[in-house]
């Protein structure tokens, strides 16, 4: 549980270096996640492994946070702050040790598992520790540093590691990484204070045995039906058993004097507003991250390293733009944020839905930058107004169940884009007869395009919820 903390007792804190920790452990954390995705290539030959196996390097890391996420709150309540935050980083560091010395897919499978506990642990404590060593007042701007990171790692990964990859081996992506985590493991020892307060409720074994099956049943699902098709019996009975421990595990929470998850933050419809808002926006994030790396480099015939360099600028612009978006969220509130980003969003969308074999690369520079832009306006503005909603008592759950929808919400973006991409592509070469190199960029255009209408008709109904946003006191 998280107390409620003095204004004296918030001076004792080191905000600044406490922060820092969590900023470079984040950091590195989501770097190393999207910077693999540019080696996958490159790791399908080396390990002599199919492409649908090659993707539980990502599937089995989504899988891993889909089933900790959940259980964070628990955490919360059990472990201080410092044990937690070491426990994260000590994850990270293991897992990032043993990616790099991997000598086959099966130990790198297993590297990036831990990897995931270290970031499954490490982001639920963040926002929770930003919740309660800040005032309100001052939450947006700290969200923004949050943001920062978040937006900006996934952003340079594909590039750093495009140029890693042209250079080097793959397992200096994870070199490249280890010495940050060690720093910020050292730097948390020194500054790292513990700020909630353990009450360890009692632990719930069904609880958790439901959550994994719900939680992850779901993303799995999900992650599968893109590659295996919505179809394939696996992904329908992982699914069904999702939804229904899902179902089963919120009636327990509804009716347990002493929750592992307690469902009564949707009670708050600020709070449910910025979770549907925040759902969205994500799915959003995701699916333009795995469609526009696919249109650059199989539509516009780019190179995997200018491919990332494309998508860089919009990244730097959000990550830079996420502490001034913070600041005005602490002076206006978040309606005056988050209903303008959508309209951004909704009009590059649009744009999204009309590209060509001819688009030509600046032209997708502007539209992602735009993109990105809108989506800083909505994603962290949305998600501080949420928790700020919150009594203290409820940070740990409210964390929760926000990061836990986040990873559920990626997983459907990623999966209803590429299913949508699928479908594209199929249709546009049923109409070829002789197929050729350029007719299997025009299928994949077509695709695209169909797939980035998804996220415009999303934005549209985010833009539509945004509205119900309170105005700032």
């Given at each position: 549980m998280s107390k409620t903390i003095t204004a004296q007792e918030r001076q004792d804190f080191k905000t600044i270096p406490i922060v820092t920790a969590f900023l470079i452990a984040g950091f590195i954390?989501?770097?190393s996640e999207t910077a693999l995705n540019m080696a996958l290539t490159d790791l399908i030959r080396v390990f002599d492994v199919?492409?649908?196996?090659?993707?539980?390097?990502?599937?089995?890391?989504?899988?891993?946070?889909?089933?900790?996420?959940?259980?964070?709150?628990?955490?919360?309540?059990?472990?201080?702050?410092?044990?937690?935050?070491?426990?994260?980083?000590?994850?990270?560091?293991?897992?990032?040790?043993i990616a790099a010395l991997a000598p086959d897919f099966g130990v790198l499978m297993v590297a990036r598992v831990i990897q995931a506990i270290g970031t499954g642990l490490l982001l639920p404590l963040m926002f929770n520790t930003i919740l309660v060593i800040f005032p309100e007042h001052k939450r947006g701007s700290a969200m923004g540093l949050i943001g920062l990171v978040i937006m900006f790692a996934p952003a340079v990964g594909p590039t750093i590691s495009g140029l890693i990859i042209e250079n080097l081996t793959w397992n200096w992506i994870f070199w490249i990484a280890l010495p940050f985590l060690v720093f910020s493991l050292l730097f948390g020892l020194r500054y790292m204070k513990n700020v909630s307060e353990i009450t360890k409720p009692r632990i719930d074994i069904l609880s958790i045995i439901l959550s994994t099956l719900g939680f992850g049943g779901i993303v799995y699902g999900f992650s599968s039906a893109g590659e295996s098709g919505w179809g394939s019996a696996l992904v329908i009975t992982t699914m069904i058993i999702g939804a229904?421990?899902?179902?089963?595990?919120?009636?327990?929470?509804?009716t347990m004097d002493q929750p592992m998850m307690d469902l009564r933050v949707f009670k708050f419809p600020m709070f449910t507003l910025g979770l549907l808002i925040v759902f969205i926006a994500f799915m959003i994030i995701l699916s333009t991250m795995i469609l526009l790396p696919l249109y650059l480099q199989t539509g516009l015939a780019l190179a995997a390293f200018s491919a990332g360099l494309v998508l860089l600028p919009g990244g730097v612009?959000?990550?830079?733009?996420?502490?001034?978006t913070g600041r005005l969220f602490d002076a206006f509130g978040a309606r005056v944020l988050v209903v303008p980003g959508f309209i951004v969003s909704v009009v590059t969308l649009w744009f999204l839905t009309q590209i060509?074999?001819?688009?030509?690369?600046?032209?997708?520079?502007?539209?992602?930058?735009?993109?990105?832009?809108?989506?800083?306006?909505?994603?962290?503005?949305?998600?501080?107004?949420?928790?700020?909603?919150?009594?203290?008592?409820?940070?740990?759950?409210?964390?929760?169940?926000?990061?836990?929808?986040?990873?559920?919400?990626?997983?459907i973006g990623t999966a209803v884009a590429i299913t949508i991409l699928s479908a594209g592509q199929k249709a546009y070469m049923a109409t070829v007869t002789n197929p050729g190199p350029q007719d299997l960029a025009a299928s994949l255009v077509e695709g695209s395009r169909n797939a980035f209408t998804f996220g415009l008709v999303m934005a549209i109904i985010g833009l539509v919820i945004s509205l119900f946003l309170r105005k700032k006191a």
């Open positions: 954390g989501l770097f199919s492409s649908a196996t090659i993707q539980w390097l990502t599937t089995g890391y989504l899988l891993t946070l889909g089933i900790l996420v959940p259980v964070s709150g628990l955490l919360l309540q059990w472990f201080t702050t410092r044990k937690l935050f070491f426990a994260s980083v000590g994850f990270s560091i293991v897992g990032t040790l229904v421990s899902l179902a089963l595990f919120a009636w327990r929470q509804l612009i959000n990550g830079l733009l996420s502490p001034v060509t074999l001819d688009t030509s690369a600046t032209t997708i520079v502007l539209l992602h930058s735009a993109l990105m832009i809108g989506v800083c306006m909505i994603m962290m503005p949305a998600q501080t107004n949420g928790l700020n909603q919150l009594p203290p008592k409820m940070y740990p759950d409210g964390t929760a169940i926000m990061n836990t929808l986040q990873q559920v919400s990626g997983a």
